[in-house]
Each structure stands twice: as structure tokens, then as C-alpha cells.
């Protein structure tokens, strides 16, 4: 399949293209400049690629939680360009998509994917190994602090994955051995989901999608 695949919700922004097994990809080293950036990265990838929108089979994006600003820009490049070239739309949900990309660098049952919210605050699922794929058991929101609790009927086998893990396994020191950088997680993560989703027709039209915001608005003493 030739799939468009868009990932800006933290850290920095990436595009990448799949064409006839093969992926082109481009980050964006910057990730402030992701409002003025991201369209001509798209451009230059496809550029890469040899293709033209016209060509594609479906566009993915990572729909989230992540950062409110860029979550917005990234599904609205995404549903601009589906809608421009009449293409089927699959948001991928962006903890799910990162735990999968750490799984070649741990044996762990299960994956606790993190993606950074306020200041010492982590969007933060539990997914477990279910053959050779992954299956959301929870997810939640929680200070750095909270999550050896929250994890603590998992045992020891599991592994905390993010980008700049680090940062947590400075701050809670007792999941320093559980912690796996998760550098590797970019849009070329997202296209084994949105092949599933095109091939099984579970993509959406582009004025259905929305991005997965969580915390928008939500005082810092509620937790979901």
C-alpha cells in the first residue's frame, strides 16, 4: 500500500511515505517550527517517495495524547490532505504506536508506553504482549511519582517507553531498569496500524476524525 504517514504529537515532528515496500521518511529537527514546517516536509517526502497524493491508498496520522498545539496541526494537515484527494483517513493512537516500536529492545510481558503532559505529568497505558502484537489493557494520566504504584501489580516485567525516559528515571529512581528509549518511535511506527486499518475498511472519512486531546481544560487535581 501507498500510505502517508503523519506523527507531530511530542518531541519532534516526522512524515513518512511507504511505496511498494519501501519508506521514505524525514523528521523535523526543530519541532517549535511544526506549523510552518510540516507541509513542505510532507511535500519534500512525497517528493522522495515519487508520488503524488493522487497515488496514495490512505493517509495516517498519530491522533494523540500529546501535545493540544501540535495535535491540532498535524490532524488538520492530515484531514487536508485526505480530503483533498478524496483518500480514506486512519488515526492511530499514538501510545499504542510507541509501545509497538520497543518491542525488538525488550522481552517485557508488558510495554507502559509515556508521553509527557504538564510538568512531571505522563499520558500512560499498560499494554500487554498478545502474541506478536499489543493489547491496551488501561490507560491514565499520573505524576512520575505515582507510576510505581500504578504499576505494581505488573511485577518486574515490564518496561517504560518514551522518548527522553531518562527524565523519569532520574526523577522515581526504582524504575530506572524498567526505562527504554523509545528514540526509534517516528510516523514510519504508524504504518503497520494503518494498514490493518485500510485493509480491513477501518479508516475514517476526514471530517471524522478528531485528535485524542485528554487533558484539554482538565484541572491538574483531576485524573482520568
Same mark, same amino acid.
Given at each position: 500500500?501507498?500510505?502517508?504517514?503523519?506523527?507531530?504529537?511530542?518531541?519532534?515532528?516526522? *512524515?513518512?511515505? +511507504?511505496?511498494?515496500?519501501?519508506?521514505?521518511?524525514?523528521?523535523?529537527?526543530?519541532?517549535?517550527?511544526?506549523?510552518?514546517?510540516?507541509?513542505?516536509? *510532507?511535500?519534500?517526502?512525497?517528493?522522495?517517495?515519487?508520488?503524488?497524493?493522487?497515488?496514495?491508498?490512505?493517509?495516517?496520522?498519530?491522533?494523540?495524547?500529546? +501535545?493540544?498545539?501540535?495535535?491540532?496541526?498535524?490532524? +488538520?494537515?492530515?484531514?487536508?490532505?485526505?480530503?483533498?484527494? $478524496?483518500?480514506?483517513?486512519?488515526?492511530?493512537?499514538?501510545?499504542?504506536?510507541?509501545?509497538?516500536?520497543? #518491542?525488538?529492545?525488550? $522481552?517485557?510481558?508488558?510495554?507502559?508506553?509515556?508521553?509527557?503532559?504538564?510538568?512531571?505529568?505522563?499520558?500512560?497505558?499498560? %499494554?500487554?504482549?498478545?502474541?506478536?502484537?499489543?493489547?491496551?489493557?488501561?490507560?491514565?494520566? %499520573?505524576?512520575? @511519582?505515582?507510576?510505581?504504584?500504578?504499576?505494581?501489580?505488573?511485577?518486574?516485567?515490564?518496561?517504560? @517507553?518514551?522518548?527522553?525516559?531518562?527524565?523519569?528515571?532520574?526523577?522515581?529512581?526504582?524504575?530506572?531498569?524498567? %526505562?527504554?528509549?523509545?528514540?526509534?518511535?517516528?510516523? +514510519?511506527?504508524?504504518?503497520?496500524?494503518?494498514?490493518?486499518? #485500510?485493509?480491513?475498511?477501518?479508516?475514517?472519512?476526514?471530517?471524522?476524525?478528531?485528535?485524542?486531546?485528554?487533558?484539554?481544560?482538565?484541572?491538574?487535581?483531576?485524573?482520568?
Amino acid at each position: 500500500m501507498k500510505i502517508l504517514a503523519i506523527e507531530c504529537t511530542h518531541g519532534f515532528a516526522s *512524515v513518512a511515505v +511507504s511505496n511498494a515496500g519501501n519508506v521514505a521518511e524525514q523528521r523535523l529537527a526543530e519541532w517549535q517550527k511544526t506549523a510552518e514546517a510540516l507541509v513542505p516536509l *510532507v511535500e519534500q517526502v512525497m517528493a522522495d517517495a515519487g508520488l503524488q497524493p493522487a497515488d496514495l491508498d490512505g493517509v495516517a496520522v498519530s491522533s494523540g495524547p500529546g +501535545s493540544f498545539t501540535a495535535l491540532r496541526i498535524g490532524m +488538520s494537515v492530515a484531514k487536508g490532505i485526505a480530503f483533498g484527494a $478524496d483518500l480514506p483517513l486512519a488515526p492511530v493512537p499514538t501510545l499504542i504506536a510507541l509501545a509497538s516500536s520497543v #518491542l525488538p529492545h525488550t $522481552d517485557a510481558l508488558h510495554i507502559v508506553p509515556v508521553i509527557p503532559s504538564r510538568a512531571s505529568e505522563y499520558f500512560a497505558a499498560i %499494554c500487554r504482549r498478545d502474541g506478536g502484537e499489543l493489547v491496551e489493557v488501561e490507560s491514565f494520566r %499520573c505524576d512520575a @511519582a505515582e507510576l510505581p504504584g500504578r504499576l505494581a501489580s505488573l511485577g518486574a516485567d515490564f518496561a517504560i @517507553a518514551g522518548r527522553g525516559v531518562q527524565v523519569i528515571a532520574d526523577e522515581v529512581s526504582q524504575l530506572a531498569p524498567h %526505562c527504554v528509549e523509545a528514540s526509534s518511535f517516528s510516523a +514510519s511506527s504508524l504504518l503497520p496500524f494503518a494498514r490493518k486499518a #485500510l485493509a480491513e475498511n477501518g479508516a475514517e472519512a476526514s471530517a471524522e476524525a478528531v485528535p485524542d486531546y485528554r487533558q484539554a481544560f482538565v484541572p491538574r487535581s483531576v485524573r482520568s
